[in-house]
């Protein structure tokens, strides 16, 4: 199983169930902008964003699209991006001034002002550890079918000087100098037992879908074949942590779903995949158990996860699925007010109350009460 393309393969079961979605919002004071100044259509999809303050938030994704609002999505503005590709995720340092996108063909823009402006980063990483050596096809005058050029996924933000991205074929990419320089290898884990030769090809290069550094030593990887990987000496070496999922549900760790998205809080994180399987840890990421939801109807991939800073947890998926648990709480079906078909790529939140939520379809949804209630945002 391999996905090169996140606006294809990745989400084709979700595009498959998703061919409409309710067009109303959970409170009828959301009116339809005209279309000569409309910014948001049927025809976005959304991958990710970034809340700068409780008001401000940027959406990034399908085509090179950003839109920034500073009002709560009550209005839009287009920011140029100077691309076309598609744009899979978003983060800002600590100054909220700073910050980077990545995305399809390995493309990094960097903003230094808040995400008014953003500039494409001079940086190529392929798919290949032979191409990465060479820097390319040596023998090609322009870029070569031979050394595709990787798609990134994810990336997280440590603060002005540090990020970190990842992308296809274990692509880890890292810069320490505020992205004047970056160096993608592939990363590879310590082994701590003998592997046949099927799981080793789960161990040399599976596709990793999301990082979460929480400082610029300790981090979180999770990708294909049910991958969750650590590193607690800045990304030098990486310690495989899913081995405690293999039981009755999945006898061989060949066979763990794919997870798309690690969410961690302290000692507390989650992380979300394939079949609608919901895994948590309570360890810093040392153990992990499968925690159910208790909706047999959600079955569709879950592709993101938020830990609310009050302990509660909202996760999302493919088909509208959400499932929500107060604090201390169970994992249930959660209330997004209105009926979603569409598949929803990302949720986070900014505080206790504020949150946001993204998706196909022109897809945003945005909540000031924690998820009591929530507004579709069309602008």
Not at 58 to 86: E, F
Not at 94 to 122: F, H, M, Y
Not at 166 to 189: C, E, F, I
Request: with cysteine; aromatic share 10%.
């Amino acid at each position: 199983m391999r996905w090169t393309d996140l606006s294809g393969r990745h989400l084709a079961l979700a595009l498959a169930a998703s061919a409409s979605f309710s067009m109303a919002a959970c409170h009828g004071e959301d009116d339809w902008e005209p279309m000569t100044t409309q910014k948001i259509y049927v025809a976005d999809r959304f991958y990710d964003l970034v809340m700068l303050d409780p008001k401000q938030a940027i959406v990034i994704g399908y085509k090179g699209k950003i839109l920034s609002t500073n009002d709560m999505g009550v209005s839009w503005n287009v920011v140029d991006s100077g691309t076309d590709l598609a744009l899979y995720s978003i983060d800002m340092a600590p100054d909220k001034k700073t910050g980077w996108i990545v995305g399809q063909n390995s493309t990094i823009l960097r903003t230094e002002d808040a995400g008014k402006t953003w500039k494409k980063q001079d940086f190529k990483s392929y798919m290949s550890d032979e191409c990465r050596e060479q820097g390319g096809d040596p023998d090609a005058t322009e870029e070569s079918n031979k050394c595709p050029l990787a798609p990134l996924f994810a990336l997280s933000v440590v603060d002005a000087n540090t990020a970190v991205a990842v992308g296809d074929r274990s692509n880890l990419t890292m810069t320490r100098d505020g992205g004047k320089t970056w160096v993608s290898t592939t990363l590879k884990p310590k082994l701590t037992e003998e592997l046949d030769e099927n799981a080793m090809i789960a161990f040399e290069d599976p596709v990793l879908y999301d990082v979460q550094f929480s400082d610029t030593q300790t981090g979180f990887v999770v990708g294909e074949f049910g991958k969750i990987m650590k590193t607690t000496d800045g990304g030098a070496t990486w310690i495989e942590k899913h081995a405690s999922l293999v039981g009755d549900d999945y006898i061989d760790i060949m066979d763990l779903p794919t997870f798309f998205d690690v969410e961690v809080r302290g000692n507390d994180a989650y992380v979300v995949g394939l079949d609608g399987r919901v895994a948590r840890s309570t360890d810093a990421g040392e153990t992990w158990q499968w925690v159910p939801h208790g909706v047999k109807e959600y079955d569709s991939p879950f592709y993101s996860v938020a830990i609310v800073p009050d302990g509660s947890v909202w996760a999302v998926g493919a088909s509208g699925q959400a499932v929500y648990a107060p604090a201390g709480g169970q994992l249930g079906k959660g209330n997004l007010g209105t009926q979603v078909n569409n598949w929803i790529r990302e949720v986070k939140f900014y505080d206790d109350k504020i949150g946001w939520m993204v998706g196909g379809f022109g897809f945003i949804m945005n909540t000031t009460d924690g998820g009591k209630t929530w507004f579709r945002r069309i602008g």
